[in-house]
T-cell receptor, first 112, second 112 residues
Framework: DGGITQSPKYLFRKEGQNVTLSCEQN?????MYWYRQDPGQGLRLIYY???????QKGDIAEGYSVSREKKESFPLTVTSAQKNPTAFYLC???????????FGDGTRLSIL | SQQGEEDPQALSIQEGENATMNCSYKTSINNLQWYRQNSGRGLVHLIL?????REKHSGRLRVTLDTSKKSSSLLITASRAADTASYFC????????????FGQGTELSVKP
């Protein structure tokens, strides 16, 4: 079955540590997105990519970095510069920017 | 800031009853989308209504859009316990890669 796989499901970060969240899709979608969800709130966009080797900052990019070296992969790194990283992170993809988005099941990041 | 505002924030009903959720937005839109999120999971796209449409149906879902009032509503008829989830409206920004602007969501609880 086609879909989006996020891993790990739970992740713990120590102070000063960078961590990387994985997002893989086998839907052959061009566009991919990373959102952050805080408790009781909607999603906010961190980064997006419309095509391989290209990505753009979203609304809350500070303290995060991404890469898009392959069409199916869009990993997100939460750097030590992100002072409040505890949240639920969701990756999404779409055929193109005009179509609805498909979401993975998220990674919950906590601070040790 | 979030584009959409949903109301109510939480809704509790009995199985078989109808559930209505409302969404307001601030700027002009090309379309409006509704998503469902089960606890601890990713979002699932439910329905998309274009700005030139006033009403759309999909199974037990009915969505209306009033662009003059910048508002939309989602009606779930004959609700089931499995409908228990959070529901979000979202509007896309095509000049920003199709990013979705989400409301804070309505948490629906359907009691058997």
């Amino acid at each position: 079955d086609g879909g989006i796989t996020q891993s790990p499901k739970y992740l713990f970060r120590k102070e000063g540590q960078n961590v990387t969240l994985s997002c893989e899709q086998n839907l052959n979608h061009d566009a991919m997105y990373w959102y952050r969800q805080d408790p009781g709130q909607g999603l906010r966009l961190i980064y997006y990519s419309q095509i391989v080797n290209d990505f753009q900052k979203g609304d809350i990019a500070e303290g995060y970095s991404v890469s898009r070296e392959k069409k199916e992969s869009f990993p997100l790194t939460v750097t030590s510069a992100q002072k409040n990283p505890t949240a639920f992170y969701l990756c999404a993809s779409s055929i193109d920017r005009h179509q609805p988005q498909h979401f993975g099941d998220g990674t919950r990041l906590s601070i040790l | 800031s979030q584009q959409g505002e949903e109301d109510p924030q939480a809704l509790s009903i009995q199985e078989g009853e109808n559930a209505t959720m409302n969404c307001s937005y601030k700027t002009s839109i090309n379309n409006l989308q509704w998503y469902r999120q089960n606890s601890g999971r990713g979002l699932v796209h439910l329905i998309l209504i274009r700005s030139n449409e006033r009403e759309k149906h999909s199974g037990r879902l009915r969505v209306t859009l009033d662009t003059s009032k910048k508002s939309s509503s989602l009606l779930i008829t004959a609700s089931r316990a499995a409908d228990t989830a959070s529901y979000f409206c979202a509007t896309p920004r095509y000049n920003q890669g199709g990013k979705l602007i989400f409301g804070q969501g309505t948490e629906l609880s359907v009691k058997p």
